[in-house]
């Protein structure tokens, strides 16, 4: 009986919760100091918010990239739950639970978000497209990444809306959305919710990359990914070689096709992409993206 009225005053608490995140009011996890919230529809454009609040804490981030910071933050207070926002749509979702959590157990009981799930969302109400659905890593290699920052680079040339990443190069496991000024929004783990955190350069952390919000098929433009990438004269290994990508590169992409079969970074494909500025073919596996690229015309 006690167990039952424990769980039934904490459903009491965060169905307020979340009433009081509807209503607008900021909420911070347990012993954070309070919230301020900037009046009326925020601040303007480039602005930078009261430090400390969930909001956009630095100028110079796009439009999407601000509006990306502003929906993440209309969801504080709201319960991370393993697996939550991955639905049909982009939006808060009843989670699972994760076997090697035993703080998930009443994950299926809370409507809310995974990191992933919350950056999900955030993006998609930024643009009106689900341009980010998936996991933290294929959200870290999405075709929609503009640019990258190392780890060691730290917070310095990040922008409001960067997205924050945890694990290996190929093993993501935990993604978040910066604010600025050391500063950040994540669904972090159960039994907790969403939450102003500042950002934890050590451990794992792997670096950070910036969303753009047009679609690269439309202009045919890519990135790489990894380092001392190279490209050749025809699209096989064997070949000669062309070029050297040294890190991720923005590059344009003409065509694509099916050729000789490449096994690296775990991972295998078929398919080439032709760079004309290069005149040099590269194997898909080093474009970030689907192993057949979206929006780009196979070559004849």
Sequence with gaps: MRTILYEARRSVAAVALLALCAAGVAVQPAGAAPARRAEGAGPAAGTAAAEGSCDVLAPGASAAAQAAVRAACSQIGVWYTWGGGHGPQPGPTYGQVDPTDPASQHDPERRGFDCSGLVRY???QATGQDILAG????QYHSSRVT????????????LPGDLLAWGGDNSIHHIAVYLGAGKMVEARQSGTHVMVS??????DYNGAVR????????????STWGTDVWTHSEPSTTSGRVHKFDGPTRVRISCQKHAQP??????????????????????????????WLDGVPTCP
């Design 262 to 291: 490449v096994d690296a970074e775990g991972y295998h494909n078929d398919a080439w992409s032709y760079l004309p500025e290069y005149q040099a073919w590269i194997t898909n596996i080093y474009i970030q993206g689907p192993a």
């Design 211 to 222: 969303i753009g919000a047009a679609d690269p098929g439309q202009g045919g433009t890519f």
């Design 198 to 203: 500042d950002v934890r350069l050590g451990g």
């Design 135 to 138: 996991t933290s890593n294929a």
């Design 147 to 158: 640019a990258r920052f190392g780890a060691s680079q730290g917070t310095g040339p990040l």
């Design 122 to 124: 955030a993006y998609a």
